[in-house]
């Protein structure tokens, strides 16, 4: 069982970054992809951004296309998420999940096989 550990929510001011860090505790192979998810209250789990490990070729919704990034750190076996220009919608618990690579799919929720138990952003108007 892959272990997800998330880090790096707050609070913070409309027009604010924060960076996420989600460690993997079992190695993450080349056919592996990282996901970023959030869920505001009484909404859908939304998918974010996506990259694959091994080519690392990213993917983003367009909701936050053009403010967040999305990278990874093979070595520490570690993807992040840079939020810039936050905004009071963005406000979530947001998730980090990992594609074993059964599947090549980024962007539905049920490609993915293992989940983080998420970390609270909180955007102030």
């Known amino acids: 069982q892959v272990q997800l550990v998330e880090s790096g929510g707050g609070l913070v001011q409309a027009g604010g970054s924060l960076r996420l860090s989600c460690v993997a505790s079992?190695?993450?192979?080349?056919?592996?992809?990282m996901g970023w998810f959030r869920q505001a209250p009484g909404k859908e789990r939304e998918w974010l951004a996506a990259i694959r490990w091994g080519t690392g070729r990213t993917y983003y919704a367009d909701v936050v296309k053009g403010r967040f990034i999305i990278s990874k750190d093979g070595a520490k076996n570690t993807v992040y998420l840079q939020m810039n220009n936050l905004q009071p919608e963005d406000t979530a618990i947001y998730y980090c999940?990992?594609?074993?690579?059964?599947?090549?799919?980024?962007?539905?929720?049920?490609?993915?096989?293992?989940w983080g138990q998420g970390t609270q952003v909180t955007v102030s108007s």
């Open positions: 079992t190695r993450t192979f080349s056919s592996s992809v």
């Open positions: 999940a990992k594609n074993r690579g059964q599947s090549s799919g980024y962007s539905d929720r049920t490609v993915y096989d293992d």
